[in-house]
């Protein structure tokens, strides 16, 4: 009895693992996430309320940035040809992603080799060599000009003309559709074949057939490709960084490119901070405005 | 059909072990030189050699921005120090100038910026305002020589009543032409402006329309702009901090600019960016002599000179003295060593400079790859040795020579300076492109650099 009662009692936290053995499982992902996520989340906010700046440090809290925000011409440009970027580069790069799926569904020989093929771009696509590239083949002497004069055609100054350097940038993106179109083609093959022999024989035509049966089954993950894409045409920074630095004349700043910016070249963490908020309302507004849309578009098979 | 699938496995396994040990090489060559491994392991193997020396062992980190001749050079001027300093064990960090200053600001915020700094001139007022992360190097007179300096050259890092770094080279703009371009077009190179128009229409009528005289980015037109405007009214820029140009001087400046376009001397900014070239030494325009000139930073002229096809001669040009009635153009400090006021070891890293910047054995093998060193033993060194690069040494001269105002420290601030968003950029582009008129150009550039001017 006695030697029981002279035992150390175990740690509370000792107790609280062997209570909570899942804890102990995920501690290491745990403190990765509170380190590297949590915490800069969490500061940042308290960051975008005041004017911290890295080397002169912080004088004043208040809404100030977010005033800035909207009244500065130069923000709301951004803002707004981060926008553009969006609706041009996440439809189009949808509409492209969903038409190579739909081809490569078919049974021809030497498919594999094509969708290894339309799916590289996704993996070399975010790389600064690509970029580079992107930028030769669009210079005023470069290869598409080349290819236009051929054909009789005069030169566009895609790289100059602020009217077509945001296009080149969401060209660059959209020629991404690698990992869309995986999803799509495995949505595709999900698509019952009865469906579309009962279609046939009832005579209804390849378009009707595409509009009333595929599509309508694959929008679970039109939707999710969706959200996805959203998400990260508003991020985009590699791109426009590293092809037009975000010129000419601000057409291809995108407000991620200001964030860098703001945080990194003017220091000015504050600032940089609430402009990611900002950042990051807009994408949660867009995609919860997604989600509650989806009860009227999406359908998932096991609903009633 | 299954052999087909066999062979093709093996290809692709081949392929794939190749790949790796390609990457690995790769990443072995990469990490040597840029962590400065080679230097580590020079100092294990003479590990037993070590313990002969009385002085504790210790590790110092150097890091610096520039070309691949200046890593080479003070990588091996860092191995040379470490023979002679057993016991000093030094780390390197270089890289390209893209996106340096981003890291290192951030670094030096954090306090771990490595011991010894390559620094900008400017870096001490934007980022050591208060001598809070540079070390005073007159508390390391014992380990460096300071006398080796005129006290006008330490005075532009003196901030805070802290000298917070050696300054290496002074440097200024200058024209320099590829010679050859004009002797295409039968003129000789210009020396006055009314040449420089001359040219202009000579270029476009013998060569043809892509072809220019002269080639000046935004940043460049900044700086052409304030040399024109001081030659015409003898004043500094900026004095005692305040915008010393009211909207109508400037003005006038603009008009200049504006003109030099019109006149056919210099492409539109909307022609440099479609290009598609980082920067002018990169444009093919300049390699094949369709750009033949610049204006630029004396110490650069290795580098834009290198950047020409061959049987191109490229020379110094001279300042125009049509410009207006007083010598134009500022020098500025080009580029400073700083030690970080958190360091372990200042004697140590105070030890290193001297070698660097001051000691005959170091700055042979320096050479003149930071520009004509402002030490003067160091440059007795390379003026005995020959180690001077003619044209950079005959840039520095006329620069020296010419260039009397001073700049201000807020002159490179990345509000002015940012590219694209920065305020120059924003007036020069905005000019060329026709969004601006002269009057509103002005107008911009007054606030802008009044703003950053008040804090």
Same mark, same amino acid.
């Given at each position: 009895?006695?030697?029981?009662?002279?035992?150390?009692?175990?740690?509370?936290?000792?107790?609280?693992?062997?209570?909570?053995?899942?804890?102990?499982?995920?501690?290491?992902?745990?403190?990765?996430?509170?380190?590297?996520?949590?915490?800069?989340?969490?500061?940042?906010?308290?960051?975008?309320?005041?004017?911290?700046?890295?080397?002169?440090?912080?004088?004043?809290?208040?809404?100030?940035?977010?005033?800035?925000?909207?009244?500065?011409?130069?923000?709301? $440009?951004?803002?707004? %040809?981060?926008?553009?970027? =969006?609706?041009?580069?996440? #439809?189009?790069? &949808?509409?492209?992603?969903?038409? /190579?799926?739909?081809?490569?569904?078919? $049974?021809?020989?030497? %498919?594999?080799?094509?969708? =290894?093929?339309?799916?590289? #771009?996704?993996? &070399?696509?975010?790389?600064?060599? /690509?970029?580079?590239?992107?930028?030769?083949?669009?210079?005023?002497?470069?290869?598409?000009?080349?290819?236009?004069r051929i054909f009789g055609l005069e030169g566009i100054n895609w790289l100059s003309d602020p009217k077509y350097a945001l296009f080149i940038i969401s060209l660059l993106r959209v020629w991404q559709f690698g990992s869309a179109m995986v999803l799509f083609l495995a949505a595709l093959k999900g698509v019952p074949a009865d469906l579309y022999e009962a279609a046939t024989i009832d005579g209804a035509s390849k378009p009707r057939q595409f509009f009333s049966i595929t599509l309508p089954l694959i929008t679970p993950v039109v939707f999710y490709n969706l959200v996805t894409q959203l998400c990260q045409a508003f991020q985009e920074f590699n791109g426009p960084y590293i092809i037009t630095q975000g010129g000419p004349r601000n057409a291809t700043t995108l407000f991620s490119l200001l964030i860098y910016k703001r945080a990194f070249q003017m220091n000015e963490m504050g600032m940089a901070s609430a402009m990611a908020w900002v950042l990051f309302t807009i994408v949660t507004i867009l995609s919860i405005i997604a989600f509650i849309s989806q009860k009227y578009w999406v359908y998932y098979g096991d609903e009633k | 059909m299954i052999k087909i699938k066999k062979i093709m496995a093996a290809v692709?396994?081949?392929?794939?072990?190749?790949?790796?040990?390609?990457?690995?090489?790769?990443?072995?060559?990469?990490?040597?030189?840029?962590?400065?491994?080679?230097?580590?392991?020079?100092?294990?193997?003479?590990?037993?050699?070590?313990?002969?020396?009385?002085?504790?062992?210790?590790?110092?980190?150097?890091?610096?921005?520039?070309?691949?001749?200046?890593?080479?050079?003070?990588?091996?001027?860092?191995?040379?120090?470490?023979?002679?300093?057993?016991?000093?064990?030094?780390?390197?960090?270089?890289?390209?100038?893209?996106?340096?200053?981003?890291?290192?600001?951030?670094?030096?915020?954090?306090?771990?910026?490595?011991?010894?700094?390559?620094?900008?001139?400017?870096?001490?007022?934007?980022?050591?305002?208060?001598?809070?992360?540079?070390?005073?190097?007159?508390?390391?007179?014992?380990?460096?020589?300071?006398?080796?300096?005129?006290?006008?050259?330490?005075?532009?890092?003196?901030?805070?009543?802290?000298?917070?770094?050696?300054?290496?080279?002074?440097?200024?703009?200058?024209?320099?032409?590829?010679?050859?371009?004009?002797?295409?077009?039968?003129?000789?190179?210009?020396?006055?402006?009314?040449?420089?128009?001359?040219?202009?229409?000579?270029?476009?009528?013998?060569?043809?329309?892509?072809?220019?005289?002269?080639?000046?980015?935004?940043?460049?037109?900044?700086?052409?702009?304030?040399?024109?405007?001081?030659?015409?009214?003898?004043?500094?820029?900026?004095?005692?901090?305040?915008?010393?140009?009211?909207?109508?001087?400037?003005?006038?400046?603009?008009?200049?600019?504006?003109?030099?376009?019109?006149?056919?001397?210099?492409?539109?900014?909307?022609?440099?960016?479609?290009?598609?070239?980082?920067?002018?030494?990169?444009?093919?325009?300049?390699?094949?002599?369709?750009?033949?000139?610049?204006?630029?930073?004396?110490?650069?002229?290795?580098?834009?000179?290198?950047?020409?096809?061959?049987?191109?001669?490229?020379?110094?040009?001279?300042?125009?003295?049509?410009?207006?009635?007083?010598?134009?153009?500022?020098?500025?400090?080009?580029?400073?060593?700083?030690?970080?006021?958190?360091?372990?070891?200042?004697?140590?890293?105070?030890?290193?400079?001297?070698?660097?910047?001051?000691?005959?054995?170091?700055?042979?093998?320096?050479?003149?790859?930071?520009?004509?060193?402002?030490?003067?033993?160091?440059?007795?060194?390379?003026?005995?040795?020959?180690?001077?690069?003619?044209?950079?040494?005959?840039?520095?001269?006329?620069?020296?020579?010419?260039?009397?105002?001073?700049?201000?420290?807020?002159?490179?601030?990345?509000?002015?300076?940012?590219?694209?968003?920065?305020?120059?950029?924003?007036?020069?582009?905005?000019?060329?492109?026709?969004?601006?008129?002269?009057?509103?150009?002005?107008?911009?550039?007054?606030?802008?650099?009044?703003?950053?001017?008040?804090?």
């Amino acid at each position: 009895m006695n030697n029981v009662s002279n035992r150390r009692s175990p740690g509370k936290l000792y107790m609280f693992f062997r209570h909570n053995l899942g804890f102990l499982f995920i501690l290491v992902w745990l403190i990765g996430f509170l380190v590297f996520r949590l915490y800069p989340f969490i500061s940042s906010l308290i960051y975008s309320f005041s004017d911290f700046h890295l080397f002169n440090g912080t004088t004043e809290y208040g809404l100030m940035n977010y005033k800035e925000i909207f009244e500065d011409d130069k923000i709301m $440009k951004s803002l707004s %040809v981060t926008f553009k970027y =969006t609706f041009i580069t996440v #439809p189009l790069k &949808l509409a492209f992603a969903l038409f /190579i799926a739909m081809i490569l569904n078919y $049974k021809v020989k030497g %498919v594999n080799l094509f969708r =290894t093929a339309y799916y590289i #771009p996704s993996i &070399l696509g975010g790389s600064v060599a /690509i970029a580079v590239l992107w930028k030769a083949l669009f210079r005023d002497d470069g290869l598409i000009n080349s290819m236009l004069r051929i054909f009789g055609l005069e030169g566009i100054n895609w790289l100059s003309d602020p009217k077509y350097a945001l296009f080149i940038i969401s060209l660059l993106r959209v020629w991404q559709f690698g990992s869309a179109m995986v999803l799509f083609l495995a949505a595709l093959k999900g698509v019952p074949a009865d469906l579309y022999e009962a279609a046939t024989i009832d005579g209804a035509s390849k378009p009707r057939q595409f509009f009333s049966i595929t599509l309508p089954l694959i929008t679970p993950v039109v939707f999710y490709n969706l959200v996805t894409q959203l998400c990260q045409a508003f991020q985009e920074f590699n791109g426009p960084y590293i092809i037009t630095q975000g010129g000419p004349r601000n057409a291809t700043t995108l407000f991620s490119l200001l964030i860098y910016k703001r945080a990194f070249q003017m220091n000015e963490m504050g600032m940089a901070s609430a402009m990611a908020w900002v950042l990051f309302t807009i994408v949660t507004i867009l995609s919860i405005i997604a989600f509650i849309s989806q009860k009227y578009w999406v359908y998932y098979g096991d609903e009633k | 059909m299954i052999k087909i699938k066999k062979i093709m496995a093996a290809v692709l396994s081949i392929a794939l072990v190749g790949a790796f040990t390609s990457c690995s090489g790769d990443e072995g060559a990469s990490s040597e030189s840029k962590s400065g491994n080679t230097s580590v392991s020079d100092s294990e193997n003479k590990g037993g050699e070590k313990e002969e020396n009385s002085g504790e062992d210790v590790t110092i980190k150097i890091s610096w921005w520039g070309g691949d001749a200046r890593h080479e050079a003070t990588q091996n001027a860092i191995n040379a120090f470490m023979e002679e300093n057993e016991n000093i064990n030094v780390e390197v960090q270089f890289g390209a100038w893209d996106g340096w200053e981003d890291a290192m600001s951030t670094s030096l915020y954090a306090g771990t910026a490595p011991d010894i700094n390559q620094i900008n001139w400017n870096w001490i007022s934007n980022y050591s305002a208060d001598g809070s992360k540079f070390l005073d190097m007159n508390t390391m007179s014992e380990h460096f020589d300071l006398s080796n300096y005129s006290e006008e050259a330490l005075n532009q890092c003196v901030v805070a009543d802290e000298l917070q770094a050696i300054p290496v080279a002074m440097t200024g703009r200058i024209f320099y032409w590829n010679k050859t371009a004009f002797e295409n077009a039968g003129i000789s190179v210009p020396t006055s402006l009314e040449e420089l128009y001359a040219a202009g229409q000579t270029f476009k009528e013998v060569l043809g329309d892509d072809y220019y005289p002269l080639a000046l980015g935004e940043y460049d037109r900044t700086i052409l702009f304030i040399y024109y405007l001081e030659s015409v009214y003898g004043k500094a820029w900026v004095e005692d901090g305040k915008l010393n140009y009211t909207a109508e001087e400037i003005a006038t400046g603009l008009e200049f600019m504006n003109e030099l376009e019109d006149k056919h001397v210099i492409p539109s900014i909307p022609t440099i960016i479609g290009d598609g070239a980082a920067s002018l030494d990169k444009n093919p325009k300049w390699m094949e002599g369709k750009y033949a000139g610049i204006f630029e930073w004396d110490s650069s002229a290795t580098k834009f000179a290198s950047a020409l096809n061959e049987g191109q001669e490229f020379v110094v040009g001279d300042y125009f003295k049509d410009f207006g009635k007083h010598q134009g153009g500022f020098t500025k400090v080009s580029l400073a060593f700083a030690i970080s006021e958190n360091t372990k070891h200042p004697e140590e890293c105070a030890k290193l400079l001297e070698f660097l910047l001051n000691s005959e054995e170091g700055t042979a093998i320096m050479a003149a790859e930071r520009g004509i060193p402002l030490s003067k033993s160091a440059l007795k060194t390379c003026t005995d040795g020959g180690l001077l690069n003619e044209v950079v040494a005959e840039a520095n001269s006329k620069v020296l020579e010419w260039a009397k105002f001073p700049l201000d420290t807020q002159f490179e601030n990345s509000k002015l300076k940012g590219n694209p968003d920065g305020v120059y950029y924003d007036v020069f582009g905005g000019l060329s492109y026709d969004e601006y008129s002269v009057e509103k150009a002005a107008e911009i550039l007054v606030e802008g650099v009044t703003e950053v001017l008040e804090g």
